[in-house]
C-alpha cells in the first residue's frame, strides 16, 4: 500500500523569508501524480500545487514550487516571500493511477506558522 | 462553477442517533470520496465512487456507517446509531479522472454527545 510521510509535524518561517516542507511517499509504481494542499482554520482544503510523476521538471505556482527527486520517492513544497496568509496546515497527498485504487493518499500534515 | 457543497456544515447530536451528511460534487466530475478528519487519525479515506459505483470501502469503520451515490449529482454518508467517537469532521471530495486533483467541500463537522 502507498503511504506518505511528512517528518515535520510543525515549522515556522519569518515573514518574507523561505521555507521548504519535506514530504516522502512509498510506491512501486511507475506512473502517479503528488500534490500539496494547504488547510487554514477555516478547514477548506485547497490546492496548492501538483505533480506528474512523468514529467521531469518541477511544478511552480508563483510563489510555491516543488522539489521532486521520483527515485528518492522525495516531494517537497518550498514557499518563498512567506505571508502572513500562508499560515495553515500543508498535506502532502498521493494518487495512482490503477484503477481500483485511484484514491488519494494523504500524509498527517506540517502545521506551518508565519512570524510576523 | 458552484464547488462541491456539502450540508450539513455542523452537526450535533446525541449518540444512538442516526446522522446523514450529505454532498454534491461538482457537475461532470465522475469520482466522488468521503473523508474524515481527526486529531489522531489525520485524513482517512471512507469510502469513494465511479461513476456512481462504489471501487474501495475499506475505510469504512463499520457496519453502522454507510454511503450511497443514487445519481451522479448526489451522495450521502449514513452513520446509525452514532456514537461520540464518531465525532470528525466529514470531507466530500470529487475529480474528473484520475489526472485531477480533488476538489473539497467545506466539510461536516459532527459533534456527537
Known amino acids: 500500500a502507498q503511504t506518505v510521510t511528512q517528518s515535520q509535524p510543525e515549522m515556522s518561517v519569518q515573514e518574507a523569508e523561505t521555507v521548504t516542507l519535506s514530504c516522502t511517499y512509498d510506491?512501486?509504481?511507475?506512473?502517479?501524480?503528488l500534490f500539496w494542499y494547504k488547510q487554514p482554520p477555516s478547514r477548506q482544503m485547497i490546492l496548492v500545487i501538483r505533480q506528474e510523476a512523468y514529467k521531469q521538471q518541477n511544478a511552480t505556482e508563483n510563489r510555491f514550487s516543488v522539489n521532486f527527486q521520483k527515485a528518492a520517492k522525495s516531494f517537497s513544497l518550498k514557499i518563498s516571500d512567506s505571508q502572513l496568509g500562508d499560515a495553515a496546515m500543508y498535506f502532502c497527498?498521493?494518487?495512482?493511477?490503477?484503477?481500483?485504487?485511484?484514491?488519494?493518499?494523504f500524509g498527517k500534515g506540517t502545521k506551518l506558522t508565519v512570524n510576523p | 462553477d458552484a464547488g462541491v457543497i456539502q450540508s450539513p456544515r455542523h452537526e450535533v447530536t446525541e449518540m444512538g442517533q442516526e446522522v446523514t451528511l450529505r454532498c454534491k460534487p461538482i457537475s461532470g466530475h465522475d469520482y466522488l470520496f468521503w473523508y474524515r478528519q481527526t486529531m489522531m487519525r489525520g485524513l482517512e479515506l471512507l469510502i469513494y465512487f465511479n461513476n456512481n459505483v462504489p471501487i474501495d470501502d475499506s475505510g469504512m469503520p463499520e457496519d453502522r456507517f454507510s454511503a450511497k451515490m443514487p445519481n451522479a449529482s448526489f451522495s450521502t454518508l449514513k452513520i446509525q446509531p452514532s456514537e461520540p467517537r464518531d465525532s470528525a469532521v466529514y470531507f466530500c471530495a470529487s475529480s474528473l479522472g484520475v489526472r485531477s486533483p480533488l476538489h473539497f467541500g467545506n466539510g461536516t463537522r459532527l459533534t456527537v454527545t
Open positions: 497527498a498521493y494518487r495512482t493511477r490503477q484503477g481500483g485504487s485511484e484514491k488519494l493518499v
Open positions: 510506491t512501486s509504481e511507475s506512473d502517479y501524480y
